[in-house]
C-alpha cells in the first residue's frame, strides 16, 4: 500500500496543506508545535476511524473554523488510486468518503487504508498496563477484520449498557432474569468471537516478534507471546480446536449470570474480555517484571514491526509505517534496525532533527520542512 497525496484543509493548524509522499522514505521535519504530528493524525485517522491521539473529531477542526477535511489518495498493490475523503464539522456529524461516495460511517471505511503507527507512547507496550495491550491488538486486528469490528463495537456497547443498569440496580431500581440473560447472551457471544481472533493474533505474530527481537538484540533471548484471558479458564483443552469458542461463550455467560450481587456491588462486568491481556515473556520470564528497560523498548518495536508482516499477511501488501517522533527516543543501532527493517516499504517519520534518519540506501528518500502549519518540499537531499 503506498499513499500517494493528502491534502488539508482547516484540520488543525493545516489550514490549506497538500503533500506528495515518496513511495520510500518521507521525513517530515521541524521545530516542535509547527504540524508534523497533525500531518500523520490526519493519515491515521483513515486507518484508525479516529484520532490517534484519543481526542474528540470536533478537536481536529482549526481553532474558530466551521469544519475540517482531509482528503487521502494512495494505491493498493496495482490497482488503481483509491481516494478517501473526510469532512468533519465543529459540532454535528462526519461525512465519510470513499471516491466522492459517501461511506455510512468509520466501519465501512476500516480495512481501506492500513498504517501501522509508532509513537514515543508504544515504547511502553511492555511496561504498561493491559489497557494498552489490548488497543494494540484491537487496532491490528480491527484493520484487518470487518467481522472483528462488528464484535468489537457491539461487545462495547453492550458493556456498557450493562454497565449502567449494574448501576441503576445498586440504586433501587430491579431489573429481571430476563433482562441479564439477554445481556449475558449477546455479551458472550461478541465475546467469543473476541477472544478467538485475539488469540489467533498472537499465536500470528508471536515468531514474527521473537525473530525481530532477536535480531534487534543480537541476542539468544526469545520471547514469547500469549493471549490471556478469565475465558482461559473455560477451555477444556490447550490449543485451538472447533469447541473453543462454543466453551468460551458457554463459560462467560453463567459467570454473567450467576454472580450478578458481586457485579452490583462492584458497578462494573467482571468478566469478559475488557479485563484480558498479552502476557509476554522473555525466556520464560514475564517481561514486564524481568526485562530491562532496553529489552521491553525492543520488545514493543518488535510488536509493532510485527503488527505490520501481520497486516501484510492477511491482505497480501505492507501497510504504511507512520514513526512519530520516536526516533528522537531511540539510539542509533535500533533507528537503523528499523530502517533495515522497513526497507523497501513506504514510511513517514516525523522529527525535530532530519539527520536522525540514519544514512544508508533505504529507498527514494523525500524531505518536507514543516513550519507554521505550512508543509515545503518535498526535497531530495538535506
Ligand atoms: N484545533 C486546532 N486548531 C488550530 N491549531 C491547532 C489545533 N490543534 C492543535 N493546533 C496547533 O498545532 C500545533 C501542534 O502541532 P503538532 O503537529 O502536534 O506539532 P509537532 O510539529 O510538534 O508534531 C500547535 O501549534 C497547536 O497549537
Ligand atoms: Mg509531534
Known sequence: MIIKKATYGNFRNLRDVTVNFSDGVNVLWGMNAQGKSNVLEGLYYFARGRSFRGVKDRDLVTFGEAAARCEIEFIRGEGAAVRLGAAIPASGKKKLYRNGAPLKGSAEMLGNFKAVLFCPAHLSLVSGGPAERRQYLDIAIAQNSAAYIYYLSNYRRFLAERNALLKRCAAGVS??????????????????????????????VSDDVAAYFREMTGGRETPLLSYTSQMDGFVTDEGDHPEVKAETKEGLYLKLTSNIEREVAAGSTLWGPHKDDVHITLNGNEAKFFASQGQQRSLALSMKLAEGEFSRRMSGEYPVFLLDDVFSELDDSRRRFIMESLKGRQIIVTSCEPSVVPGGDFGNIAYFRVAGGEVGGPDGEM
Not at 184 to 200: C, G, K, M, N, T
Request: proline share 0%.
Open 175 to 204: 431489573v429481571s432474569r430476563e433482562e441479564w440473560e439477554t445481556y449475558a447472551e449477546q455479551l458472550s457471544v461478541a465475546a467469543s468471537e473476541i477472544y478467538s481472533f485475539r488469540d489467533e493474533y498472537c499465536r500470528a
